[in-house]
């Protein structure tokens, strides 16, 4: 028994032997009968009582309140008995709220809080820890998922899908949980085509801070980190899950570039199969794998016979359908219009040599012109010049609105 200056007193209730082992229904007993003696000394005091032995020590919690409800039901004390429920959400009410001293931590490396109710397109089991671009989190991703060592033919295939997807739109973004420091190299070679990047951490944020450094590097992409573990949570098999049902949650498509994910059989294929996944197919990956694979409806990426690049035509098709939801024929007119390369028309040179491209506004689905505008927004707003060719049907007002608009930012 422990009693704080304050006068809140402390009962320790054993009920495992060793912690390893499960809980005892003889030694929940024996302790109520000791907790019984005790309280009969003390005279009527207030008691919290948990769900004793009933969570990592598995007990069943009919059967420990009845023994409870027993022992202690005519004992000169007013009794609070917490259910497991109850326990488990104080506990996670707990471990949610950061101390000062984490929070000003984090802080001082960059990151901010994030509560779960500020982030309605988000779906995240807690408070999140966020340095890099907040935007990021407010869109649907990509789910990347390799393997934990990926070898050099993984990194080749991985490099050549993250090309295809730049060509492909300037507006994706590739997210993918962090493993190992190879997890790293895998979010380098996205970020260096200009891909955006949301790494996500299974461990408290203040147990790596070197990780931090990585997001002012210089590169195309923009890197975001973010985790929903304790601030000095280490990693562990519970949060690493929790991170990843946080990836395939927020994920409109997943690409799978692991030559054996063998994880598929292991952890059940129904969660797996309500995200559209694209796989990259190796010559070397065993049957069976394509087997559990096709079994949650993945697609194989393979290369195209024309000049061997990757087809990702189905992954860019369900992620593009996913954010527009449009349907296949435009989605098909979309990523076959993205695919093209800018074409220069021939024009009168400047002074300084620069190119001119024309692209037809009217050719570009509407959902593909936000791709434009924010490829037009990264560029070095001093070399790009806009010009509009005035449709003969244009009306008079609009027109009107146009020159004005012109005039007042000369």
């Not at 009582?49 to 598995?58: I, Q, R, Y």
């Not at 939801?325 to 400047?350: C, F, G, M, W, Y």
């Not at 003969?392 to 004005?404: F, G």
């Amino acid at each position: 028994v422990w009693n704080s200056r304050s006068g809140d007193w402390v009962i320790n209730f054993p009920t495992k032997r060793d912690w390893r082992d499960p809980s005892r229904y003889e030694d929940i007993e024996a302790g109520l009968n000791d907790l019984r003696h005790y309280l009969d000394r003390v005279g009527p005091v207030r008691v919290a009582l948990p769900a004793l032995g009933c969570g990592h020590g598995g007990l069943d919690w009919g059967r420990v309140s009845e023994m409870i409800r027993d022992k202690l039901c005519d004992v000169n004390a007013h009794i609070f008995v917490f259910e497991p429920a109850a326990s488990r959400q104080a506990g996670r009410a707990a471990a949610e709220k950061p101390t000062d001293d984490e929070r000003k931590g984090a802080e001082q490396l960059g990151y901010k809080l994030i509560e779960r109710d500020s982030l309605l397109s988000l779906e995240v089991p807690a408070p999140i820890y966020v340095l890099g671009k907040l935007e990021l989190l407010s869109r649907k991703w990509i789910g990347l998922l390799p393997s934990r060592s990926p070898g050099e033919r993984e990194m080749q295939a991985l490099r050549a899908i993250a090309v295809e997807l730049a060509r492909t739109s300037t507006s994706i973004v590739v997210a993918l949980v962090h493993g190992t420091r190879a997890s790293e190299d895998v979010a380098g070679i996205f970020l260096g085509q200009g891909i955006d990047i949301v790494l996500l951490l299974p461990f408290g944020v203040l147990t790596r801070k070197t990780l931090a450094k990585q997001v002012d590097r210089k590169g195309f992409g923009l890197l975001t980190l973010a985790s929903t573990a304790p601030a000095n949570g280490k990693w562990s098999r519970q949060l690493f899950a929790q991170t990843m049902d946080m990836l395939r949650a927020n994920a409109a498509a997943m690409l799978v570039s692991d030559p054996e994910p063998d994880w598929i059989t292991r952890t059940g294929s129904n969660k797996w199969a309500q995200t559209p996944i694209s796989y990259v197919r190796y010559e070397t990956t065993p049957q069976h794998m394509h087997e559990a694979l096709a079994a949650v409806s993945a697609w194989p990426i393979k290369r195209r016979g024309e000049d061997g690049t990757p087809n990702i035509d189905h992954l860019i098709r369900t992620y593009v359908g996913h954010l527009a939801e449009v349907d296949d024929q435009k989605l098909d007119t979309h990523a076959s219009i993205l695919r093209q390369p800018l074409i220069p028309i021939e024009q009168e040179k400047s002074q300084d040599e620069e190119d001119f491209i024309q692209i037809p506004l009217n050719s570009i689905p509407e959902t593909s012109r936000s791709d434009l505008l924010d490829l037009v927004r990264q560029l070095d707003a001093a070399n790009i010049i806009i010009s509009v060719k005035l449709s003969p049907t244009l009306t008079a007002a609009d027109r009107k609105k146009i020159k004005e608009f012109s005039s007042s930012q000369n």
